[in-house]
């Protein structure tokens, strides 16, 4: 009988073995499949397995990853969520190692709205001077390349800059907390945008002459600078910036400080591209580098006015009212005058001259679409000064003011014609845009407690990391002083799967959240 228990005791023991075996084996899997049904049926088998759900986090956070040449970039591309595949650069540091997480930088060019993207990548990437100190720092880079239609602030553009990321995160082993945004000019303004509405992959940002209320003029969002108080933000900006000069930007500056904003702040001499032509990366590297993400941090503030950039790490917030505001929730906002001079085409890079050809018109009120200028006209001459290059224009530019009388010498279908019109007058606006009610939040959390004081808020979500709570006590919640919850909060393995993936966060995988509607 002995032999029996024995035997049967072993048969248990090795079903146990396969079983372990199996769901790792499942999991790696999962983490090379696409969303779909395979995807899901991957996930119900690791669940039924029923592994400890530090187990599965263990095997999460000790992937490996294949070897990878150093020293050199390559140039590949992806399908965005509008069809078109675009590139991406990436740089791979000569130091890497596959057993190291390794920091990554993630840098977003300027112009962006231009409806091509730069025929040579990797050049463009050659030429861009933080690769020397990418390079010492021991740093990938990822250079995204967005367009007209897929912009650093819409929808394709954005996805396809966080797909990437997790692309980057699946093939190579980067270190998820030090994850960095830096940008000139429209990129630049991409930084202080991601910093307001979605921060929760990175350590910090660097935002190199651009303005932190593009992505609300242009993009359409909400954005609010109090969120800023969640990130570090080195900034620049240039005192004969023709878009965004000192005498503007420290505006913005001095009203985001106000709000909470963390950021460092650098005035430059010279124009809007010149000034940072040769700058000293090594101080933005330096300065990144001293910021670790802080993924589960003590105190969250923030504010939106859409549950789609509700979430900051582990809070989130998912319903807005219509009430009043709290006397606390102030909305920090600063009037600027628009004076930028723009013509408002993008000129065809392949077109010889002489003069520049129109390859599309800027959205908005333009000179271009004042005057009736069109896709293909050829633009010869600015109120009597000869146009044969982009010097030639930018040379004009300098001459006009708003609200000044400009005629343009165009040939179309072979004709010379006169465009005349007026520059747009100078603007007044509001550097975020406010078309609806925004919530916010300014959250604590001590000891399995979370102290909320919420306005305008109708529903929320603290997602749980299980490096901040002690699972085997109850986790308290308070809103507005008022208790709403108290209880444990229970491992879901299936939640885990699906956060990582949705992710590719390793050192953030959250365990499973608590949904609460506080009762106004």
Known sequence: MLRVFIAIACVLASTAAGLAQQWQADLHTLTNTVPGPEQDALIARIVSAEPDWGEVMTEIQSMTFPDA??????????????????????????????????????????????????????????????????????????????????????????????????????????????????????????????????????????ALNGSMGVGSEDGGHSTYAPNMANSSIYVTSADRDNYYPTSQMQKTIAMAE????????????????????????????DYLAQHIRNSSPDTIIWETATPEFGVCKWLAIDEITTDEPADWHVDYNVALVDST????????????????????LSEGDRLSRRVGLQKGDIVINGNGMPIDSMADLNTFKATLKRGAAVSLTVKRDGKEIVLSGRMPAPRNYLIFMRDKPSAMIRAAYRDNRFDIQGSRVGAFRIRIDAQMIALDKNVVVTFNGNAIYDGRVEPDIGYMLRDYLANRDRMLVYVNEISLRPVI
């Open 341 to 360: 001079i723009s013509i408002g085409f993008w000129p065809n890079d392949t077109f010889p001259g002489p003069g520049l050809m129109v390859a599309s």
């Open 258 to 285: 106000k709000a909470g904003a963390n950021i460092l702040y650098r005035k430059l001499q010279g124009e809007h591209i010149g000034s940072i032509i040769d700058y000293d990366y090594s101080d933005v590297f």
């Open 69 to 206: 040449a150093g020293g050199e970039w390559f140039l590949d591309s992806a399908t965005c969520i509008d069809g078109v595949r675009r590139p991406y650069v990436v740089y791979v540091p000569s130091g890497y190692n596959p057993q190291s997480p390794t920091p990554m930088l993630v840098h977003l060019h300027g112009v962006v709205g231009r409806p091509f993207i730069d025929p040579d990548p990797t050049q463009y990437v050659g030429n861009t001077a933080l690769m020397e100190d990418a390079e010492k720092s021991g740093w990938f880079v990822l250079f995204p390349f967005g367009q007209e239609g897929a912009v650093w602030w819409d929808e394709v553009g954005m996805t396809n800059v966080a797909g990437q990321i997790r692309m980057m995160k699946s093939r190579f082993n980067i270190d998820d907390n030090r994850v960095y945004v830096s940008g000139i000019s429209d990129g630049a303004s991409a930084a202080f945008l991601y910093a307001m509405i979605r921060p929760t992959d990175f350590a910090a940002f660097a």
